[in-house]
């Protein structure tokens, strides 16, 4: 059974840094997309910064290039969302998400505050 579990949310000044990590239950090679999406109250679900092609390149929202850095370790099937240079518009509830063939995988969400 496939399932994807996040960790390392919290509570952070802006200006601080998080680390997330994102465990797969499976070899995280095998999926064809995996990375972080975002949800701030009363938004929509946001694209945070993916791994595609298998792993082979990355994407990251505009709002986030330059502060965020996703990195995978294939032996640990886990993915990382480094946060860096937090601002409070960044506060949301972060998924990990992973797309295997058709199915699509979300874990349950780790909420990510930033304080002003």
């Known amino acids: 059974q496939v399932h994807v579990v996040e960790s390392g949310g919290g509570l952070v000044q802006a200006g601080g840094s998080l680390r997330l990590s994102c465990a797969a239950s499976?070899?995280?090679?095998?999926?064809?997309?995996m990375g972080w999406y975002r949800q701030a109250p009363g938004k929509q679900r946001e694209v945070v910064a993916v791994?595609?092609?298998?792993?082979?390149?990355?994407a990251y929202a505009y709002s986030v290039k330059g502060r965020f850095t996703i990195s995978r370790d294939n032996a640990k099937k886990t993915v990382y969302l480094q946060m860096n240079s937090l601002k409070p518009e960044d506060t949301a509830v972060y998924y990990c998400?992973?797309?295997?063939?058709?199915?699509?995988?979300w874990g349950q969400g780790t909420q990510v505050t930033v304080s002003s």
């Open positions: 499976v070899p995280i090679f095998r999926f064809n997309v």
């Open positions: 998400n992973g797309r295997l063939h058709d199915e699509e995988y």
């Open positions: 791994f595609t092609g298998g792993g082979d390149t990355t």
